[in-house]
């Protein structure tokens, strides 16, 4: 069954970094543009960053200059790589592949 498992969620103080990881399935990753969204309580879930196959990369210009995606082709995981954390990117992080599967969500609280 394809599915998406995300990991590296927590709690950071204001000014840190985190980096989440979401592992796929070969048949959901491999030639799939890949997209990490949040959703905050109370608003709309947002995409935060997406890349292609190709490594062509897109962000939110909430998190442009902070937020890096990435992805590990023969791991099948695409990563975001996220520093100068704000309270305001406090939300639930989804993977998601183009073929409509999504991940089941973690958690990222920025937070003193």
């Known amino acids: 069954q394809a599915q998406l498992v995300e990991s590296g969620g927590g709690l950071v103080q204001p000014g840190g970094s985190l980096r989440l990881s979401c592992a796929a399935s070969?048949?959901?990753?491999?030639?799939?543009?890949m997209g990490w969204y949040r959703q905050a309580p109370g608003k709309q879930r947002e995409l935060v960053a997406s890349?292609?196959?190709?490594?062509?990369?897109n962000y939110a210009d909430s998190v442009k200059g902070r937020f890096t995606i990435s992805r590990d082709n023969a791991k099948n995981t695409v990563y975001l790589q996220m520093n100068s954390l704000k309270p305001e990117d406090t939300a639930v992080y989804y993977c998601?592949?183009?073929?409509?599967?999504w991940g089941q969500g973690t958690q990222v609280t920025v937070s003193s």
């Open positions: 998601r592949s183009q073929t409509g599967n």
């Open positions: 070969k048949s959901i990753f491999n030639s799939f543009t």
């Open positions: 890349i292609t196959s190709g490594g062509a990369t």
